[in-house]
Structure formats: structure tokens, C-alpha cells
């Protein structure tokens, strides 16, 4: 066991594998992003609910149960969205590691913060599968089920994703959802279909 400048030592447990051959399912992460009002958080759900019904370990992360928890003490500057989707992709890793999946709806417009949720599963030998929920920022205004399009084009949020702050665009994305094209079903058609293409989990069931 090494000990770093910390003192932290790292005890080891059971492996990856191990955990995967006991619970009879792999881990991974499906990291869903896009603007806000892009429909990733109502795909996501609708995923969560399928693949709880194979049945398979899975789980949603989002802003309601990491904005108000574990990630209530950061803003929305691009420091704070960085330190942010950082926590994510590493809380995202640990459920995957222990085999179960992981899915993950947030904006995370920045491509290197993406990268680096990537990089971290990748070096624990994990998948990760990126899925850019796309829509266009006129139809996602249209859309505008909070109004917070509306409250900052008025200025009164700040640094808002689309408006006053950049969202950079997927360039190599596993799954591109096309969500003024595709219903919710096809979402998760497609992207259970990418899934089970690849070999990383047998779903099977209807979607409904």
C-alpha cells in the first residue's frame, strides 16, 4: 500500500470484477447532457424507470438530489460548474464501480470538465457513455417549463447556460438524441439499443 503526502492510505477491497460476477451486472455511467430544458433530466428518469424494470441496479443523478446535497455549497461561475461537474463524475464512478449503473443529467457545458468525468472512468477501467441530449437554444426557450430562459434573458440569472454563458458541443458523443425529433421512448430505445450494440448491458423489455 502506497501513502501519499496526505497521509491517506489506500486499502484495497474487492475487485471491480469480483463485484460484477456477485451482482451479475456491469457498471457504468450514461452521462446525459445538453441545455437546460433540453429534456435530459425527463429522459434520464424514463431510462432509470426501464432498466430498474429489467430489472438492474441503476441510479439518477441530477441537480435536485446533488444541487441541494452534497454540491448546495456551489454557484453557477465557471469555477464553481467545473468543481461541480467534477464531485458528479466522481460520485458517478463510485456507483458504477459497484456495478451498478449510473446515469447523470446535468447541462456540463464545458468539454473539459466532460473529458475529465471521462478520463476518471477510464482509468478505473469503466465505461462511459456520453449522450448529448440536442436541442437548439431557440426551441429550448420555446419550451422554458421553469421560465428561467425568460428570467435570464431579463438578467436577473446570471451566467446562464445559452444566454450569458457558453455550452460547448459534444464533438465525439456515444449518442446523439436529436430531442426536437425524437420522443422520450425513443430516447430510450436508442439508447438502450447503443448499450446492448456494445455489449455493456442486456436490457431486453418494451419500452413503454
Request: with cysteine; net charge negative; aromatic share 6%.
Amino acid at each position: 500500500m502506497e501513502t501519499n503526502p496526505r497521509n491517506i492510505t489506500w486499502h484495497p477491497s474487492l475487485s471491480h470484477h469480483e463485484r460484477s460476477l456477485l451482482r451479475h451486472q456491469p457498471g457504468l455511467t450514461i452521462w446525459l447532457t445538453g441545455l437546460s430544458a433540453s429534456g435530459k433530466s425527463t429522459i434520464a428518469t424514463a431510462l432509470e424507470q426501464h432498466l430498474l424494470a429489467a430489472p438492474l441496479a441503476a441510479y439518477r443523478l441530477d441537480g435536485d438530489n446533488i444541487r441541494f446535497g452534497l454540491n448546495a455549497d456551489l454557484g453557477f461561475s465557471p469555477a464553481d460548474r467545473t468543481e461541480n461537474i467534477r464531485r458528479i463524475a466522481e460520485v458517478a464512478k463510485l456507483f458504477a464501480d459497484s456495478c451498478a449503473v449510473a446515469i447523470t443529467s446535468f447541462i456540463s457545458p464545458y468539454r473539459a470538465d466532460r473529458a475529465l468525468a471521462r478520463k476518471l472512468h477510464e482509468q478505473a477501467g469503466l465505461p462511459f457513455v456520453e449522450v448529448w441530449v440536442d436541442v437548439s437554444v431557440e426551441e429550448a426557450e420555446r419550451r422554458d417549463p421553469k421560465g428561467l430562459y425568460k428570467k435570464a434573458r431579463e438578467g436577473v440569472i446570471k451566467e446562464f447556460t445559452g444566454v450569458s454563458a457558453p455550452y460547448e458541443e459534444p464533438e465525439a458523443a456515444e449518442v446523439v438524441v436529436r430531442s426536437g425529433e425524437t420522443s422520450v421512448e425513443e430516447a430510450v430505445v436508442q439508447i438502450v439499443g447503443y448499450l446492448e450494440g456494445k455489449g455493456l448491458l442486456k436490457v431486453g423489455g418494451e419500452v413503454r
